[in-house]
């Protein structure tokens, strides 16, 4: 229970240390699975995955966005492919200013941490936002099949989770798919190297 303010000035008043017997209100646990409503759509050429999986992020907004207008704001190239998350953390944020939503996103380096990506699973998508991963060879899915584009990098977007964020939903642009990866996979198929474009 928090304390009043009225109750906690008579405490004071009578000389009692009142910060002895506050405790936190307990914090509203997230469902064990959301998958938010999205579409997946595949890419149409071997470089533009970055923008292809901000549009699908942006799907779970309920919002279109042009590919060409993202490979813009992400200076995605046919030689470069998209650079850094960050290109994408910024695509996001203009839309997020274009829509008059206060959200903003951020880049995130895991490190390889478990933890660290499942935090941001839950409060992403219990908070109804889609997000983008750079990701980096090859890991299973649940279901054992092998995933990935080789060393060069690729872009997904996570729209869900189930198992209490154990297992992340991926919308992948590479070829269109959707499938469930463990958590501890997707951290690992994110690396020391790449990161997440995530909101706080």
């Known amino acids: 229970m928090r304390i009043g303010s009225k109750l906690k000035a008579l405490l004071v008043a009578a000389g009692m240390a009142a910060t002895t017997v506050a405790v936190a209100a307990p914090a509203h646990a997230a469902p ?34 042009s590919i060409s207008q993202l490979e813009s704001l992400e200076h995605t190239s046919s030689s470069s492919g998209t650079n850094s998350v960050a290109n994408v953390t910024t695509a996001l944020n203009y839309f997020m ?21 499942k935090h941001y699973l839950v409060n992403d998508i219990y908070g109804g936002n889609g997000f ?7 890991r299973n899915d649940v279901n054992g ?19 209490n964020g154990d297992q992340a939903r991926i919308a992948d642009p590479g070829d269109g798919q959707d499938y469930w990866m463990t958590t501890a996979n997707l951290a690992g198929w994110i690396g020391t190297a790449r990161g997440i474009s995530v909101t706080p």
């Open 32 to 65: 064990s699975a959301i998958t938010l409503p999205h579409t997946t759509v595949a890419q149409s050429n071997g470089w533009a995955c970055g923008p292809y999986a901000t549009h699908i992020a942006l799907t779970t907004f309920g919002w279109g966005s």
């Open 97 to 117: 200013s274009a829509h008059g939503v206060l959200l903003r996103y951020k880049s995130v380096y895991p490190d390889g941490s478990t933890a660290t990506v």
């Open 132 to 138: 983008v991963a750079n990701i980096v060879g090859y």
């Open 145 to 163: 099949v092998s995933r990935g584009y080789g060393y060069g990098g690729h872009y997904v977007a996570v729209v869900g989770y189930r198992d």
